[in-house]
């Protein structure tokens, strides 16, 4: 009997014990405020406006300690909008995040929906990721660094961090039988830091976007034959064979400023694969170039400010698309997890692009990302909020 009872009360440690191994975390982000833009689609637009600094999202991270340094992780993160409540990325219940692995001493390994490398290595540097939320992302984040678009289906390796240097790739597969290649994405990327310098770099490669990547986010049937892309910058360009993202970033600590700049090499390449267009074969290609500053005045009053340039390539002679765009803003913290802020972005766009159709060369307009566009080449928008993070 005593034994029994001996044996009883061990493994009960025991399941005590393995339990305690186990984390799980409940966090999340509410942003929620004022918007002006001056002309959206022609009009004046005031509005409650969502997810101005961050995305709104809860989610939960879990970690289970399976020994020798080696853990099974997961990430489950939703998207949505605290003004109406609905769900966000196309009313998909866990569209930001969701993956599950194995993460040790060699990194970790992850298979589900996650963010690329890109926006891994080379994102986490632009001045929207950094301070001024998502309409203070490069013209309509042509290049993702702001994550507008996530990847189905990926495999995923995140490796430790080597004196600083941090590596990565992601492989989605595609998914159709026969067809390997099909919907495939790849990407790979790099970072370092070392005290006050960050540098990153990354590669994204993506065949059949419309479908694979920018309709990955919409609700219902994703359309194959129209573009899936909202943005008038790059809406025309849905029915390229490949699109292709090469990007690299720094930054730069100077006591209470930081120095950034990014660049990115964009390629829409043979137009006329996902759907019919006049352009068929043909490659378009955008460069995007930012300088930021960040200037930390107080412990709690946080000062930022960008310029970023986006310029695509001529059409049959026509003048090549410009944009232009200007950002400042200003950020006070009333506690480690809440502050009030105020961000305004200023563009102008010059030059012709494609119609969103794909099919006519156009005047180009201002579109600042995350916005429905202007009517014309010229476009401000005005946010102020507070956010809380738990």
Known sequence: MRSRLALIAALSAASCGAYAQSNVTLYGIL???????SNSGGKHLYSMSSGNMQGNRWGLRGTEDLGGNLKAIFVIENGFDPST??????????????????????GAVTL??????????????????????????????????NNSYRVNNAIKFKSASYRGLTFGGLYSLGGI?????????????????????????????????NVSFFGNSTAGTVSATTSNVTSPVYAGYGSANTYQVIGAGGSYQLGAATIGA??????????????????????????????????????????????DYTRGGQLQGRSAAQYHQASV???????????????GVYQRALGDTLSTSGTTIVPAVAS???????????????????RSKF
């Open 262 to 307: 990014t660049y990115s090499n964009i390629k829409f390449a043979s137009l006329g694969s996902s759907y019919a267009s006049p352009f068929a074969g043909q490659t378009a290609t955008f460069n995007n170039g930012e300088v930021s500053l960040l200037y930390r005045a107080t412990p709690a009053l946080l000062l930022g400010t960008a310029y």
């Open 368 to 386: 600042i990302s995350g916005l429905t566009a202007s009517a014309n080449r010229n476009q401000l928008a005005v946010r102020v909020g507070i």
């Open 177 to 209: 039988a026969g067809q390997p290649g099909r919907n495939q994405i790849y990407s790979l990327g790099a970072g370092y830091t070392n005290g006050p310098l960050t540098l990153g770099v990354g590669y994204l490669n993506v065949r059949n976007p």
């Open 112 to 145: 589900g929906r996650q963010y690329d490398s890109v926006v891994d290595y080379v994102g986490r540097l632009e001045f929207g990721d950094q301070f001024g939320g998502s309409i203070t992302a490069h013209t309509g984040d042509i290049d993702n660094f």
């Open 85 to 106: 409540g609905k769900l966000g990325q196309g009313g998909l219940e866990f569209g930001r995040q969701a993956y599950v692995g194995l993460s040790g001493d060699f």
């Open 31 to 37: 942003d929620e405020g004022l918007g002006f833009v």
């Open 329 to 343: 803003g200003i950020d006070y913290f009333l506690s480690k997890r809440t502050d009030l802020y105020a961000v």
